[in-house]
Structures are given as structure tokens and as C-alpha cells.
């Protein structure tokens, strides 16, 4: 039997050090949040929101502070029932955040996770 792998849930930023990137899904379950998190006192890079800005992902909330660390949400709504994504919107806005996330160190940025 192959020994088991675990599969990050996050990405971390090899130029941002200390801040981690995860795809969180949300209801209807056709597209997710972006969440920034970094420890608290250091933050997010002004850079990295207008990047995620420019691919239409907007700053929706500071999530609470969870051991030591601080968490900051970005969504986008598509044109889908309830504000979720085409398969078309998917496909794009995916490549998007990827393509700027890789911008700022992000090489492997993690497969969705649910709330």
C-alpha cells in the first residue's frame, strides 16, 4: 500500500515570507474566495490586494484572528445562479488568480478547500 499523501491547503509565498494563500469555496459551490493570511503585526502586501483587485477578485472582509494569525478574503461573484461562475468564468477566473498569485511567489497554489 503507498504511504498516504497530504495535500497543502495552502500555498506559501517563497518572496512574501509568512503569508499563505488558499481557494476557499463558497456556496453555490461553483466558485471560491482567495484567502490571504499572514502572521499578525506583518501585512498583507498592499501589492498582492491590487493584484487581485485588477482580476476582479474585491476585498470583501478581515476574517477574526485564529492563532496568531490574521486572515484577509477576497471574492467575485459570477454571473451564475447565486452570484457563482459559468464553467467558462471558472476555468478564466482560476487561470487569473493563479497567473497573479505566481507573480508574488505562489508556485503551487492549492486545490479548493470548503468553509
Known amino acids: 500500500m503507498p504511504p498516504?499523501?497530504?495535500?497543502?491547503?495552502?500555498?506559501?509565498?517563497?518572496l512574501l515570507p509568512?503569508?499563505?494563500?488558499?481557494?476557499?469555496?463558497?456556496p453555490p459551490h461553483s466558485r471560491f474566495d482567495v484567502v490571504c493570511?499572514?502572521?499578525?503585526?506583518?501585512?498583507?502586501?498592499?501589492?498582492?490586494?491590487?493584484a487581485l483587485h485588477a482580476t476582479g477578485f474585491n476585498h470583501q472582509r478581515k476574517l477574526p484572528q485564529r492563532n496568531g494569525v490574521v486572515s484577509e478574503s477576497f471574492?467575485?461573484?459570477?454571473?451564475?445562479?447565486?452570484?457563482?461562475?459559468?464553467?467558462?468564468?471558472?476555468?478564466?477566473?482560476?487561470?487569473?488568480a493563479r497567473r497573479a498569485l505566481r507573480r508574488f511567489g505562489f508556485t503551487m497554489v492549492p486545490e479548493f478547500r470548503s468553509a
Do not use: M, N
Not at 509568512?18 to 463558497?26: C, I, L
Open 75 to 96: 471574492e467575485r461573484e459570477g454571473s451564475g445562479l447565486c452570484g457563482g461562475w459559468t464553467a467558462a468564468e471558472r476555468e478564466r477566473l482560476t487561470t487569473d
Open 4 to 14: 498516504a499523501s497530504r495535500v497543502p491547503t495552502a500555498s506559501v509565498s517563497e
Open 37 to 50: 493570511s499572514s502572521p499578525v503585526g506583518q501585512e498583507i502586501s498592499g501589492e498582492l490586494s491590487s
Open 18 to 26: 509568512g503569508v499563505t494563500v488558499s481557494f476557499q469555496s463558497k
